[in-house]
């Protein structure tokens, strides 16, 4: 069966998206569908140019004339966030089922209109949450949930990056309160999201936020993607926020620590995931992700144990143990979810409600970082499959 994907936004996610969808057919052969880059959408001339030569049949400026074409089966959604909104609800509009990058609005009030717009569609979606992809996450979740390390206590998740680090990296647009709460939806989103998935829904929190590098240089040249390097002299004001860290706790008491930065000197993807418990704990680090550090009550040390065919879809990649995964294979697996949602008609793992959720975390972080008193998560009413 062909399906015909459609990209919007074509900058760093957009190129993982239609990766994504390139190797369905012979990393997930059963599902038995072909998807075709029919389309990418992006406003800039040299980000259009290159969806040309990855093998795009055709390339638009404008969104609309993707969301208005009936030969359009699925949309990725992989624009700057401060454009979900309306594209989503576009989408929806359109009938076109989307997957969609996180945070996906931005802020909860936003995201609430797009997963309630999916549902009211009768739309199935998927979402950018690609660590909980990770095999060594996927190993850890069934540990966690299979009583090996007892009860769970505790959990630390933290995500410090140097992306932004130098006060010298470009003024783009994730530096504008038009893209959110900067690195509390940016980074912690995709903490939030494994602490969910990990551990249960984070119920109520305390957090705090700095702002440490108040002001960057412009970008020079059209479609400066996040990653722009050259600069003008000229500097604007940054917006939104460089550091969080919260003190939380889940629905059924577990305690949880979260903390992310995008200006840490030192770490340079340092996402690390610690789970507690009464007879053990285990411990997984971004920067080694094909190694799940596990320990049980009496041990003296870790053991680091290497993924292999079983943990979540290493299988799908690599035939034997010990070998690497790519960053990008965990969004074939994003892709693989989103359209065995799409055949079934079914929501499956990932969905738009998922990142409402997250979002609610987010939203929380920005109550309680201002009134600098414990705020509590409203639980979203959509179906949400963090849990499943
Ligand atoms: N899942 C992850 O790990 C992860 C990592 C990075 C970014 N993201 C998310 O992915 C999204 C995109 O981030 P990115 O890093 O790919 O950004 P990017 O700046 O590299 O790409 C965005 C692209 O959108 C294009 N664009 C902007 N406005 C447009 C419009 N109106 N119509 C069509 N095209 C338009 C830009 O020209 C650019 O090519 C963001 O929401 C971000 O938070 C997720």
């Not at 090996?148 to 959990?155: D, F, M, P, S, V």
């Not at 004001?237 to 460089?242: I, R």
């Not at 840490?264 to 690390?272: K, L, S, T, V």
Request: aromatic letters at 8%.
């Amino acid at each position: 069966m062909m399906l015909n994907a459609a990209v919007i936004g074509y900058g760093w996610m957009g190129r993982l998206h239609a990766g994504g969808y390139r190797q369905l057919s012979w990393r997930y052969p059963e599902l038995g569908v072909d998807v075709r880059l029919a389309v990418a959408a992006d406003t800039a001339e040299p980000n259009r140019e290159a969806a040309k030569v990855a093998g795009f049949e055709r390339v638009v400026s404008d969104y609309r004339e993707v969301l208005a074409d009936p030969s359009i089966d699925v949309v990725s959604i992989a624009l700057p966030s401060f454009s979900h909104r309306e594209v989503a609800l576009a989408a929806a509009a359109a009938g076109k089922p989307f997957w969609i990058e996180k945070p996906m609005g931005l802020n909860a009030g936003q995201s609430r209109d797009i997963a309630e717009a999916a549902v009211s569609a009768g739309l199935v979606t998927g979402v950018g949450f690609n660590y909980r992809r990770q095999p060594a996450i996927a190993r850890a979740r069934q540990i966690v949930r299979s009583g090996e390390l007892g009860r769970i206590t505790n959990a630390r998740v933290w995500m410090l990056a140097d992306y932004a680090s130098s006060p010298g990296v470009a003024y783009t647009w994730r530096f504008s309160k038009d893209a959110g709460p900067g690195v509390v939806s940016d980074l912690l989103s995709h903490g939030t999201d494994l602490t969910h998935f990990l551990v249960g829904r984070i119920s109520e929190l305390s957090a705090q936020t700095g702002l440490f590098i108040p002001e960057r240089p412009l970008p020079l040249g059209e479609g400066a993607g996040a990653w722009s390097t050259e600069v003008s002299s000229e500097k604007k004001a940054v917006e939104n926020e460089d550091y969080v860290s919260v003190l939380g706790r889940t629905d059924s008491e577990v305690l949880v620590t979260l903390e992310a930065s995008r200006v840490a000197i030192g770490p340079r993807a340092e996402y690390i995931v610690e789970v507690y418990g009464t007879e053990g704990s285990l411990r997984w680090n971004f920067e080694r992700p094909m190694e799940l550090q596990l320990i049980h009550s009496g041990e003296r040390g870790y053991s680091t144990q290497l993924c292999a065919p079983g943990d979540g879809e290493y299988g799908r990649f690599q035939p034997g143990a010990g070998m690497q995964l790519s960053f990008d294979d965990p969004k074939t697996v994003e892709a693989a979810d989103f359209i065995r949602s799409v055949l079934s008609g079914q929501q499956l793992v990932g969905s738009a409600a998922d990142a409402w959720q997250a979002a609610e975390v987010s939203d929380a972080i920005v109550r309680s970082a201002s009134s600098r008193a414990w705020e509590a998560v409203p639980e979203v009413s959509g179906p949400v499959t963090y849990d499943a």
